[in-house]
């Protein structure tokens, strides 16, 4: 069982810079492949970026590729997600999820409350 928080969400204008925090109740944490996704008002959850157990494989979607980076500190239980040169359209909840390896939602176990991201232009 995998507990997730997430923090470091606000209100920025485009350009600036945020990192989310994501941490981890649960020795099994070092265990698992850790993802970002966001859901905007009235659309879809859609994947921003996964690590791989030790951080050595990393993964983006294209629309953050470039801006965002992931990263985690098993010996702290937690994940990050770097994000830079914010834009309107990345304005979302974005959410930390437990799984395998994958970019679907359903390949995700564990999920925590989420953080708002508001950008203003």
């Known amino acids: 069982q995998v507990q997730l928080v997430e923090s470091g969400g606000g209100l920025v204008q485009a350009g600036d810079s945020l990192r989310l925090s994501c941490a981890a109740s649960?020795?099994?944490?070092?265990?698992?492949?850790m993802g970002w996704f966001r859901q905007a008002p009235g659309k879809e959850r859609e994947f921003v970026a996964r690590?791989?157990?030790?951080?050595?494989?990393?993964h983006y979607a294209d629309s953050v590729k470039g801006r965002f980076t992931i990263s985690r500190d098993n010996a702290k239980n937690t994940v990050y997600l770097q994000m830079n040169s914010l834009k309107p359209e990345d304005t979302a909840v974005y959410t930390c999820?437990?799984?395998?390896?994958?970019?679907?939602?359903?390949?995700?176990?564990?999920w925590g409350q989420g953080t708002q991201v508001t950008v203003s232009s």
């Open positions: 999820a437990a799984g395998g390896w994958g970019l679907a939602p359903e390949d995700y176990d564990y």
């Open positions: 649960g020795r099994t944490f070092r265990n698992y492949v």
């Open positions: 690590i791989s157990w030790n951080g050595g494989g990393t």
